[in-house]
């Protein structure tokens, strides 16, 4: 394939199986021989997009339009229907803002396991430890607990520690925007445009059309599930 | 190239080993005794059922009936757990399987570092006890603790790998693997006998865990050569099940998000 390109998938479709469950012994009980209670449900259908390296791609679409699967599939967390195909050039990485921590261990901890996890070693993750610390602004409670942490904390110490991660493609998922208060924001977009977005393929799905706008160099727009738009971001913005 | 490969390995080890620490740390956070329960819960154990066998049951005049259960729980207890926890293993860490695609054996490898690691504080405190009360007699048969042990991470990994897949389809199986667990105890000789096995029910050393039970008493206790037909079928059929275990949990594993 061409080395120019970063993400290509080809004829995604993906249907769920839902298993509805009656609440009751007896429901449950006969639903389990006669196969009752199954739906199908196409969450998508015919997706073909050939993502190129270094690009800024956005995915906008009303709830329920499929672009969460779409970044699973992108990611590989879950297979497509037989007869898709994904490739993927580099490292992939989703980045969302409820990810990752294990609320019984400290920032300090949850540092150390989410950085290994993006791929730092053990050396580089103690040299940065400090540094992250201070970013995330949480000098004070680097050794509580994280459960005992605002969801503002915890989502500046997430993208504190994303910010030294080592992927090639970053699936962001309302990962960007939003990220604790004025201040931090402000920090946060300029570290984000210095150090992240150089080099980097990122897919970013959001409701924000604001951010969209201002970074995306393509758009792509779903609905249920199938492509309507792919193009400019003012102009596909326009068709939503 | 090289350096980039043997970066990412190191970056993989690494992750194991923290993952490893993390699953031990977590398990005793919290509790005041911390990681002292890790040591106190085997040895309530092992207590209780020598009270019991010695006094109320058996009737049992041989005090080392108690390093003859304390070999078998604590083996039996790193099965047990092991293969308990990686029940649930998926649907733990679906927060990071969810964000990026890392192989999922290294989990694996974390559960069985974890539990194994706790399993070898055990026994070096069976080997303290031992020195401590009795006057054992050690030679170089502990050597043979090495396969021994290697072919109980292997069977238990296969079992895990065979639990934590199908689970991704079968919620019940939870509990179905508690009764297992249950029946199990008491087919394996944690605290009966191994020799009626040897007199009448030959078939049950096909068990590994059975076979591996009895093996790490022959050398540990009774200072001799393990009984080396039933430790290589065990070895065997381990092998067996690791290898068959973690292609089924490749293959059969990829849906395990959608279900979980």
Same mark, same amino acid.
């Given at each position: 394939?061409?080395?120019?390109?970063?993400?290509?998938?080809?004829?995604?479709?993906?249907?769920?199986?839902?298993?509805?469950?009656?609440?009751?012994?007896?429901?449950?009980?006969?639903?389990?021989?006669?196969?009752?209670?199954?739906?199908?449900?196409?969450?998508?259908?015919?997706?073909?997009?050939?993502?190129?390296?270094?690009?800024?791609?956005?995915?906008?679409?009303?709830?329920?339009?499929?672009?969460?699967?779409?970044?699973?599939?992108?990611?590989?967390?879950?297979?497509?229907?037989?007869?898709?195909?994904?490739?993927?050039?580099?490292?992939?990485?989703?980045?969302?803002?409820?990810?990752?921590?294990?609320?019984?261990?400290?920032?300090?901890?949850?540092?150390?396991?989410?950085?290994?996890?993006?791929?730092?070693?053990?050396?580089?993750?103690?040299?940065?430890?400090?540094?992250?610390?201070?970013?995330?602004?949480?000098?004070? %409670?680097? =050794?509580?607990? +994280? *459960?005992?942490?605002?969801?503002?904390?915890? !989502?500046?110490?997430?993208?504190? $520690?994303?910010?030294?991660?080592?992927?090639?493609?970053?699936?962001?998922?309302?990962?960007?925007?939003?990220?604790?208060?004025?201040?931090?924001?402000?920090?946060?977009?300029?570290? %984000?445009? =210095?150090?992240? +977005? *150089?080099?980097?393929?990122?897919?970013?799905? !959001?409701?924000?059309?604001?951010? $969209?706008?201002?970074?995306?160099?393509?758009?792509?727009?779903?609905?249920?599930?199938?492509?309507?738009?792919?193009?400019?971001?003012?102009?596909?913005?326009?068709?939503? | 190239?090289?350096?980039?490969?043997?970066?990412?390995?190191?970056?993989?080890?690494?992750?194991?080993?923290?993952?490893?620490?993390?699953?031990?740390?977590?398990?005793?956070?919290?509790?005041?005794?911390?990681?002292?329960?890790?040591?106190?819960?085997?040895?309530?154990?092992?207590?209780?059922?020598?009270?019991?066998?010695?006094?109320?049951?058996?009737?049992?005049?041989?005090?080392?009936?108690?390093?003859?259960?304390?070999?078998?729980?604590?083996?039996?207890?790193?099965?047990?757990?092991?293969?308990?926890?990686?029940?649930?293993?998926?649907?733990?860490?679906?927060?990071?399987?969810?964000?990026?695609?890392?192989?999922?054996?290294?989990?694996?490898?974390?559960?069985?570092?974890?539990?194994?690691?706790?399993?070898?504080?055990?026994?070096?405190?069976?080997?303290?006890?031992?020195?401590?009360?009795?006057?054992?007699?050690?030679?170089?048969?502990?050597?043979?603790?090495?396969?021994?042990?290697?072919?109980?991470?292997?069977?238990?990994?296969?079992?895990?790998?065979?639990?934590?897949?199908?689970?991704?389809?079968?919620?019940?199986?939870?509990?179905?693997?508690?009764?297992?667990?249950?029946?199990?105890?008491?087919?394996?000789?944690?605290?009966?006998?191994?020799?009626?096995?040897?007199?009448?029910?030959?078939?049950?050393?096909?068990?590994?865990?059975?076979?591996?039970?009895?093996?790490?008493?022959?050398?540990?206790?009774?200072?001799?050569?393990?009984?080396?037909?039933?430790?290589?079928?065990?070895?065997?059929?381990?092998?067996?099940?690791?290898?068959?275990?973690?292609?089924?949990?490749?293959?059969?594993?990829?849906?395990?998000?959608?279900?979980?």
């Amino acid at each position: 394939m061409d080395n120019d390109i970063a993400i290509k998938l080809e004829n995604i479709n993906k249907t769920f199986v839902l298993h509805d469950r009656g609440n009751t012994i007896r429901d449950r009980f006969f639903s389990l021989f006669s196969g009752k209670g199954t739906r199908k449900l196409k969450a998508l259908q015919n997706v073909t997009v050939e993502i190129k390296k270094g690009e800024f791609f956005g995915i906008i679409g009303l709830n329920g339009s499929g672009k969460s699967t779409l970044v699973q599939i992108m990611n590989k967390a879950i297979p497509p229907d037989k007869g898709g195909r994904v490739i993927t050039n580099g490292r992939t990485m989703r980045l969302a803002l409820g990810m990752g921590f294990n609320d019984e261990l400290t920032a300090r901890q949850n540092i150390m396991l989410n950085s290994s996890v993006l791929g730092m070693s053990i050396k580089e993750i103690k040299s940065k430890m400090n540094e992250i610390i201070d970013f995330a602004e949480l000098k004070e %409670f680097a =050794d509580t607990p +994280v *459960k005992y942490y605002s969801s503002g904390m915890k !989502s500046k110490l997430m993208f504190s $520690i994303a910010v030294n991660a080592e992927a090639d493609i970053f699936l962001m998922d309302e990962f960007f925007g939003g990220v604790g208060d004025q201040n931090f924001h402000k920090k946060a977009d300029a570290i %984000f445009h =210095d150090r992240f +977005v *150089k080099g980097k393929t990122i897919i970013h799905v !959001s409701h924000q059309l604001e951010t $969209i706008r201002k970074y995306c160099d393509r758009v792509m727009l779903l609905e249920k599930g199938k492509i309507i738009a792919i193009g400019k971001p003012d102009e596909v913005i326009d068709k939503m | 190239m090289l350096i980039k490969i043997s970066r990412n390995f190191r970056n993989r080890l690494e992750r194991i080993y923290l993952f490893a620490n993390t699953d031990y740390y977590v398990r005793y956070y919290g509790s005041k005794l911390g990681i002292l329960w890790a040591f106190l819960n085997p040895f309530f154990q092992i207590l209780i059922y020598y009270l019991v066998f010695t006094y109320l049951i058996f009737k049992i005049k041989d005090p080392s009936f108690i390093l003859y259960l304390f070999t078998g729980v604590i083996t039996w207890q790193f099965f047990s757990e092991t293969t308990n926890s990686s029940i649930r293993l998926f649907l733990k860490q679906r927060y990071i399987l969810q964000n990026i695609a890392l192989p999922k054996v290294d989990f694996f490898w974390s559960l069985i570092g974890s539990k194994f690691w706790g399993y070898l504080i055990n026994f070096l405190i069976f080997i303290l006890f031992d020195f401590l009360f009795f006057k054992p007699v050690f030679s170089s048969n502990l050597l043979y603790l090495l396969p021994i042990w290697i072919g109980l991470i292997l069977f238990t990994l296969g079992v895990s790998f065979i639990l934590s897949t199908l689970y991704v389809y079968l919620n019940d199986l939870s509990h179905l693997w508690d009764i297992t667990l249950m029946a199990g105890f008491w087919a394996v000789p944690i605290i009966w006998d191994y020799h009626i096995i040897y007199n009448n029910y030959s078939f049950m050393l096909l068990n590994p865990v059975t076979a591996f039970i009895i093996n790490i008493r022959q050398v540990v206790l009774e200072n001799s050569t393990p009984d080396l037909k039933s430790l290589f079928t065990a070895l065997a059929i381990s092998l067996v099940f690791a290898v068959s275990g973690y292609y089924f949990m490749k293959f059969k594993s990829k849906k395990a998000l959608e279900f979980l």
